[in-house]
């Protein structure tokens, strides 16, 4: 069994974790929660800062809310002149910022692997997640069997940075579809067409889908149930606009689902479900 290191312990890294030492791993671990890092006093070896989580293990998961919080862990990292670790990042990080610490990482002989995840948090705690992994080719051979334990399908997805631009672009595809059905049952009931008759009508091979299921009848019946923050996918689509960005392309749709984003955050729904994003529309619509 390895002696592993966890940083960031929330609703998916933590989950991953409790599977990782149910496993029967020792690891040692940090959240900058002191509450959420207490939790895992039974089982694991409690951390006081994220080079306490280096200086103690040699492969380290990261699972951070995105690229800012990595890079500022990993320049504690860098500038102790750590060597000879493993670093495998399980957040939705941005793609580019990834590539840039793989090559600092090289620099001091280790190795990072970007390995964001599907699925969410019921799934980290059986064991049966779907992961993307970039990064060098051997390193992922290396440690593919650890990543099986709580990983049930592992795809390689090329160089550093490939598995965090493939999530990001997934997030983009689904994110966007559902930005899009928050404009139109909106719309759909201002022009009093039953928005339950038509979820049913569209529910078929061609629209139906598990984002339309997921998203469509919380939006409907303005449950909003919270299972996705709508500040994080949020910061997913920026990621993809800062790509789009950084080869001089224009984002076109992109920018106006970022627009309706951005209302929701000033009007209070950031931290809510993503499904808030409906909220905008209801509203600027009279009902």
Not at 263 to 286: C, I, N, P, R, T
Request: include cysteine; charged fraction near 20%; proline fraction near 3%.
């Amino acid at each position: 069994m390895n002696n592993l290191g966890f940083i960031g312990l929330g609703l998916m890294g933590g989950n991953v974790c409790r599977c990782l030492l149910e496993k029967g791993h020792t690891l040692t671990v940090y959240d900058a929660d002191k509450a959420t890092l207490d939790t895992f006093a039974d089982g694991a070896n409690l951390a006081n800062d994220p080079g306490g989580v280096f200086a103690a293990c040699e492969i380290i998961f990261l699972s951070l809310p995105n690229s800012e919080v990595v890079e500022s862990v990993m320049a504690e990292v860098l500038n102790a002149n750590v060597r000879g670790k493993t670093v495998i990042d399980l957040s939705t990080s941005y793609p580019l910022s990834t590539k840039k610490l793989h090559e600092q990482l090289k620099a001091l002989e280790c190795s990072l692997l970007d390995a964001p995840l599907l699925a969410g948090p019921e799934e980290a705690r059986a064991g049966v997640l779907q992961m993307m992994v970039g990064g060098d080719f051997s390193d992922f051979e290396k440690h593919k069997p650890l990543l099986e334990c709580f990983c049930t399908k592992i795809d390689y997805m090329g160089p550093s940075g490939s598995a965090h631009a493939v999530k990001i672009m997934m997030n983009f595809t689904g994110l966007m579809y559902a930005l899009l059905l928050g404009q139109m049952f909106p719309l759909a009931e201002k022009l009093e067409i039953n928005p339950h008759t038509l979820y049913n009508v569209m529910d078929n091979e061609i629209f139906g889908n598990w984002v339309y299921r997921f998203y469509s009848p919380k939006m409907i019946d303005r449950t909003y149930d919270m299972a996705f923050a709508l500040e994080l996918g949020m910061k997913d689509l920026n990621y993809m606009k800062m790509l789009y960005d950084q080869f001089g392309a224009s984002a076109y749709a992109l920018d106006g689902g970022l627009k309706l984003l951005e209302q929701a955050v000033k009007d209070g729904k950031g931290k809510l479900d993503f499904s808030q994003l409906a909220s905008v529309v209801y509203k600027e619509l009279g009902l």
